[in-house]
């Protein structure tokens, strides 16, 4: 046991002291995390700030209150959505003429200004069968992070439950119609009544947190999501690099010269092994505490964390000795294995989250260790507990397991 | 008393048609005994170390290390040996005293035991004052001791040596000739592998010439040289017309052999005083001129050329 040590103390010390490597293995994973976290627009915790949004309401009522219901117009529908208390926290909307609104964007005081054009309504509102045309502009600047796509998907979200309840209206009015009133009569009525209810009750977005084991579970910052994704990505990176000592040792003659000593090859591969193992073990603590230091990230709970590491370090060790086995180069072990884990990364939502279960994504990532690991530390984000991480743990573990005794198989035939 | 005994040792890569790297080799090497393996590269010598290493299955045949067979209980043999490999073979961002530290935890030494013999062998490598240096700032020459000391740790019954002076300046290498002659006078056990025949002459006390995978001649220097008898080297060179010059010489009386070796010719004769006046007309009678005579006692350098018909470094 002493000898396994001996060989994994030493690849741990020439790893630390491997600055390059170290940089790819911890400072890459926290500086994507850092930047994502700013691309989504935020900053300190990196969760998503308001985005501020100019609207000019060119639109002009086409009820008066004389008509039975109160005036109002559809643009200020739209306004009322886009004000609504459910999004205070995701938009910030002020009111300004059309000039204005451009010009904050123009001058980066607003990522959007949405204009709603002056015969929105007389178009909402029309009763021809050949609906005219009519656009509400969104004039955004691109360089502005995501705030103009979370504006433009309100906004869409809007006309279209507004569209919706002109189609509802149109057949509403095909029953009054049948009651004895004009066709017109009916569909303006129908429209006025939503238009008049809508906005701050018609049509909105409510966020709903997800249930986890029957709690509310917690919200999640994006950060702490991005910086999971990265650390499990940059963990089989981290394994494949200390891995690959084996082949750079084969080459260099150590390896070759370890195996005339008396210690038995099975207790030298079980050393580069637990090297492996403890340098990515090492390399998930420092970024589980460098998150919570710098970007004040709530893992969950210590067990829960824990389990996660060491399944995630176990299959990322397990992974990269399985590479390494099969190539014959340092070179091919970066090539093959680079590939390897950048797949591995796209389909397990390194890059993306984990997706909705049921969707095929959901069902590719979970063909994947990262995907895997990637629900569990998901979950441990959202307060779950060691209950909520069973099969995100054993499911990595059986890859792990399978993983290195492919790597056993692959290495008692290379050195036999 | 023979503590390494090879028996028709052969190794194959890749049968049966892959290349025969060692075929058939035997030979023992008795307690306290230099014996070198000497031939030219690719002749099988570092492939016979790997196999007496462990580090190669043989195809064929065994060997018994300290009475331990490579093949069935290479634990034991692994145990009684140490090995320099040809190349440097330590850890370069590590310092002298880790490589020894480290490579005395293989070899299963621990606690105080161990850093008395890294002590020891520190001396010996007379490397104490930069033993905390990397072995990244070394020289050529002071990376050799430390490779050949790593292999001294645990104080080994045999010492095998790949070539451990390819490639170092004549001051290492004296230095590491010196310390393998010095380890024979302590009683250790040393298999010896080498293209230099200067160094098989003066370290060995029985050497093995081997060629394309096979022994070809086993014995003592003396021994081997009489196998060219009295006969003498003669290196000639002329200002032209070499090729049919070597014919010409190989009818004159008292030559025995006579062949080109890239631009010169070289001969061996009877006798040297005799022959080479007749040598010198052979030659005005052709219309070449001798430039230039080198005449050269037996040596292991003849004896692989009468042996193989090539020179030994070919």
Known sequence: MSRIFAIAWKDLRSTMRNVPALAMMLAAPLALSALLGFAFGGGGNFSISATKVAVADLDAPVFTSSSGVASSSAGQTVVGILKSPQLKDILQVSEKPIAAARRSVDGGKAAAAVIIPADFSSVIFSTSSTTPRTAIELYENPTQGIGGSITESIVDQALLELNGARAAAQAAAAVATANGRSHDQAVQKAIKTFVGQGGSSGVAVVQRPPQLGGKKSKDVGITGLVLAGMMVFFMFFGASNVARTILTEERNGTLPRLFTTPTPRRVILGGKFASTYLTVLAQAVIIVVAGRLFFAIDWGALDVVALLILAAAAVASSLGLLVISIVRTPAQAGAIGAGVYLVLGLLGGSFTGTAQSGTTYATVERLTPNGWLLVGWDRALRGGGAADIVWPVLIPLVFAVVFFALAVFRFRRRFA | ?314
């Open chain 2, 1 to 314: 008393m023979s503590i390494v005994e090879v028996q028709e040792l052969r190794k194959q890569y890749d049968p049966p048609k892959g290349v025969l790297a060692v075929d058939g080799v035997s030979f023992d090497i008795a307690q306290g005994e230099i014996f070198s393996l000497l031939g030219p590269n690719g002749a099988g010598k570092s492939t016979t170390i790997s196999m007496l290493s462990c580090l190669l299955h043989p195809s064929g045949g065994d060997a018994l290390v300290d009475g331990h067979s490579v093949v069935t209980d290479s634990q034991a043999v692994k145990e009684a040996i140490g090995v320099v490999p040809q190349d440097i073979a330590l850890y370069p961002d590590m310092s002298a005293r880790e490589n020894l530290v480290f490579w005395g935890k293989m070899y299963g030494l621990a606690g105080g035991e161990l850093q008395t013999r890294v002590d020891e062998v520190l001396e010996l490598i007379t490397l104490v004052d930069r033993q905390k240096d990397r072995l990244e700032k070394f020289s050529g020459g002071m990376k050799r001791r430390v490779n050949i000391g790593v292999a001294l740790l645990h104080k080994p019954r045999v010492l095998y040596l790949d070539e451990p002076t390819v490639g170092i300046d004549p001051q290492s290498r004296r230095s590491i000739l010196d310390g393998i002659l010095a380890l024979r006078d302590q009683g250790m056990t040393i298999l010896y592998t080498t293209h230099y025949m200067a160094e098989a002459q003066e370290l060995s006390d029985r050497i093995g010439i081997v060629d394309h995978g096979a022994m070809i001649a086993v014995g003592t220097n003396d021994e081997l040289v009489k196998i060219v008898g009295e006969e003498a080297h003669v290196d000639l060179r002329v200002d032209h017309y070499l090729d049919g010059m070597v014919e010409r010489w190989a009818q004159v009386l008292g030559v025995t052999k006579a062949m080109i070796d890239e631009d010169h010719a070289v001969l061996l004769v009877q006798d040297a005083n005799e022959v080479l006046p007749r040598l010198f007309e052979a030659a005005a009678a052709a219309g070449s001129r001798i430039t230039e005579v080198n005449v050269t006692e037996p040596n292991l350098e003849m004896v692989f050329l009468h042996l193989t018909g090539r020179a030994l470094r070919e």
